[in-house]
């Protein structure tokens, strides 16, 4: 059976958490154990483009990201990658919040959180890492948040 050593931060000590089959929580590594996992399946399109000016794209990208916020849904791992294309279908659905179906699909939600921050905290928050992204891909380069 494979061992994780882990640090706590709240007591500061090692901890060694023993995965088992019985207890999926340990296997994803998570000490609070009231955790929800959902598959969705989606055929999507492509990256956003590298390199073109992105004016078109980013207010609905924006708004993807205000749509979590008011879920208290704090999405991490904000990188291009994780932007795809919605499917070109009618079956898309309209946004109750904005009237429009969104161009765009926010993926790997691995890291997210559920917070109990504001709306806006939340919304700020991710609205300025994503800046950063959406620039950069306008000027040809991509920035990941963890080099």
């Not at 795809?84 to 079956?91: I, K, M, V, Y």
Request: aromatic fraction near 8%.
């Amino acid at each position: 059976m494979t061992t994780w050593l882990r640090q706590e931060r709240r007591d500061k000590r090692a901890r060694i958490i023993k995965p088992t089959r019985a207890d999926p929580a340990s296997v994803c590594n998570r000490s609070d154990k009231t955790f929800l996992s959902v598959l969705v399946l989606e055929r999507l399109g492509d990256m956003m483009p590298i390199g073109v000016p992105l004016d078109a794209f980013k207010p609905d990208v924006r708004e993807i990201y205000s749509d979590m916020g008011r879920f208290g849904i704090k999405h991490i791992d904000i990188r291009w990658r994780n932007i795809l294309a919605a499917p070109a279908t009618d079956q898309s659905i309209v946004c109750p919040y904005h009237g429009h179906k969104h161009q765009w699909r926010v993926v790997d939600f691995d890291l997210s959180r559920k917070s109990n921050h504001l709306h806006s905290g939340i919304e700020t928050a991710a609205n300025g890492w994503l800046q950063t992204i959406l620039d950069g891909l306008e000027e040809g380069y991509i920035i990941e948040p963890w080099d």
